[in-house]
């Protein structure tokens, strides 16, 4: 049996919203991003990913822990929740997280680092959905992303671990890391508790072999059903 019966993560705010006071919200929490290394030894990381059922109604959010550094999946979970905000861009965090926390609450053991699909500082209010879900769970998370939010960069070289700074409003704002020769970059950007440099080391430690993540490819495929 699960001990943890009880969600773990503090309430900061609520979720049924306006995107004004969501934007407010974001502006206010990220205050509280902290952009220094604060992890100890790493020996779980952690995807996490939603999909969405129901004609979007519901949110189905996975989590799924490997050990690291040799990416074993030890534990995942699923939690369905009621959507409760609208597709907005820039706003991902409000109709993703309250099913990621759920999943969350029913692993055992939290992960020392959360590599999440999506942005992290490379957002227009320096707050995406790897801020947000870092701030509310003090876990070191990263935003490891498949497309360009904002931001420009110069040409990345084709061999693995060739990467570029994002920039934005003359602002480095993350960093467009190619994790498999010859394919597509990833867009890496600082979540909590965690520097650039670290979270793109770990991310090319959890890309062993394709493009995305290990965490994020398990993730996806437990989300997706």
């Excluded at 001990?3 to 990220?30: K, T, V």
Aim: proline letters at 6%; one cysteine or more.
């Amino acid at each position: 049996m699960n001990p943890r019966q009880r969600h773990p993560f503090p309430n900061l705010h609520p979720w049924r919203i306006s995107s004004r006071r969501a934007g407010n919200i974001q502006d206010e929490l990220r205050k509280r991003i902290v952009l220094e290394d604060e992890i100890g030894r790493v020996v779980q990381v952690a995807g996490v990913d939603v999909g969405f059922e129901n004609d979007g109604a519901t949110a189905r959010a996975a989590v799924v822990v490997l050990s690291y550094p040799d990416l074993t999946v030890v534990e995942s979970a699923v939690a369905r929740r009621r959507v409760l905000f609208p597709y907005i861009p820039g706003y991902l965090s409000f109709r993703e997280l309250p099913s990621i926390l759920s999943a969350l609450a029913k692993v055992r053991t939290m992960p020392d680092i959360i590599l999440c699909d999506g942005q992290g500082y490379a957002h227009p209010r320096r707050f995406g959905l790897a801020c947000h879900l870092g701030v509310i769970t003090d876990i070191a998370t990263i935003g490891v992303a498949k497309s360009r939010l904002i931001g420009s960069h110069r040409d990345v070289g084709i061999e693995k671990g060739s990467w570029a700074h994002l920039v934005h409003d003359g602002e480095k704002i993350g960093a467009v890391l190619r994790t498999r020769r010859n394919t597509n970059p990833v867009y890496v950007s600082v979540g909590h508790k965690i520097t650039l440099r670290t979270a793109m080391r770990y991310t090319l430690a959890c890309c062993p072999q394709y493009r995305l993540p290990e965490t994020t490819r398990a993730a996806h495929k437990l989300a997706s059903g």
